[in-house]
T-cell receptor, first 115, second 112 residues
Framework: DAGVIQSPRHEVTEMGQEVTLRCKPISGHDYLFWYRQTMMRGLELLIYFNNNVPIDDSGMPEDRFSAKMPNASFSTLKIQPSEPRDSAVYFC?????????????FGPGTRLTVL | SQQGEEDPQALSIQEGENATMNCSYKTSINNLQWYRQNSGRGLVHLILIRSNEREKHSGRLRVTLDTSKKSSSLLITASRAADTASYFCATDGSSNTGKLIFGQGTTLQVKP
C-alpha cells in the first residue's frame, strides 16, 4: 500500500483565497483524522471521521474551516477565506480502528503558507 | 490543554548513549502511544502500551507506564544519528471517542 496520500505537499496562497487540501487514506481504514501542527500550538486534532461520517469537529478553529469525506477513499479540508494565521502543516491520518486503540498512519503533510 | 506533556523539550546526546524521554498526562487512559517525527515528515507510530501493562519492548525501544503517577517513559538504547527526531506521546483519555491527544514532543538530537 502507498500509505496515506496528501496533496498538495506545499501551498502558498494570499490572504482571502480559498484553499483545499486533499487526503487519500489507506484502503480499508475506517477512521480518518485531520491535524494541524504549528510551533506555538503543537499538533492539534481538527476533525475526524468514522466510516465517512464526521464524529468530532470540536477542534475546527472557526467557520472558515470545513471538511468533507464523500467516500471511503477521499477527504478534503477547505479553508475559505484563508488568513495568515492559518499557516501551518496540515496532516491527514487514518487508522483501522479507533485512534485511541489503534495505530494512526500519517501522511507526509501539506505545508500551507498564507501571505 | 495538552493531555500529554513531554519532558525534556529538547535533548542532545552522543551516538551510542541512551536517551530517555518522559510523558505525563492528566486523565485516566486506556492506552498510551509513542510516535516519532523526522524533520519535514509525518508522524510514525513506534509503540502502544495498554493501561494494564507496565513495560513494553520493541527493538532498541523500551516504554514504561506508571498509571498511578500518570506518566510514561521512552528509552532509546544505543542511540544512532538516525534517531534524531521529535518524539510524541499520545493518549486516548479513556473516553473511547476514537481520538488521540498528543503532547508537545521532545526533540532529540543524536550527534555522530
Amino acid at each position: 500500500d502507498a500509505g496515506v496520500i496528501q496533496s498538495p505537499r506545499h501551498e502558498v496562497t494570499e490572504m482571502g483565497q480559498e484553499v483545499t487540501l486533499r487526503c487519500k487514506p489507506i484502503s480499508g481504514h475506517d477512521y480518518l483524522f485531520w491535524y494541524r501542527q504549528t510551533m506555538m500550538r503543537g499538533l492539534e486534532l481538527l476533525i475526524y471521521f468514522n466510516n465517512n461520517v464526521p464524529i468530532d469537529d470540536s477542534g475546527m478553529p472557526e467557520d472558515r474551516f470545513s471538511a468533507k469525506m464523500p467516500n471511503a477513499s477521499f477527504s478534503t479540508l477547505k479553508i475559505q477565506p484563508s488568513e495568515p494565521r492559518d499557516s501551518a502543516v496540515y496532516f491527514c491520518a487514518s487508522s483501522l480502528g479507533q485512534g485511541g486503540t489503534d495505530t494512526q498512519y500519517f501522511g507526509p503533510g501539506t505545508r500551507l503558507t498564507v501571505l | 490543554s495538552q493531555q500529554g506533556e513531554e519532558d525534556p523539550q529538547a535533548l542532545s546526546i552522543q551516538e551510542g548513549e541512551n536517551a530517555t524521554m518522559n510523558c505525563s498526562y492528566k486523565t485516566s487512559i486506556n492506552n498510551l502511544q509513542w510516535y516519532r517525527q523526522n524533520s519535514g515528515r509525518g508522524l510514525v507510530h513506534l509503540i502502544l502500551i495498554r493501561s494494564n501493562e507496565r513495560e513494553k519492548h520493541s527493538g532498541r525501544l523500551r516504554v514504561t507506564l506508571d498509571t498511578s503517577k500518570k506518566s510514561s517513559s521512552l528509552l532509546i538504547t544505543a542511540s544512532r544519528a538516525a534517531d534524531t527526531a521529535s518524539y510524541f506521546c499520545a493518549t486516548d483519555g479513556s473516553s473511547n471517542t476514537g481520538k488521540l491527544i498528543f503532547g508537545q514532543g521532545t526533540t532529540l538530537q543524536v550527534k555522530p
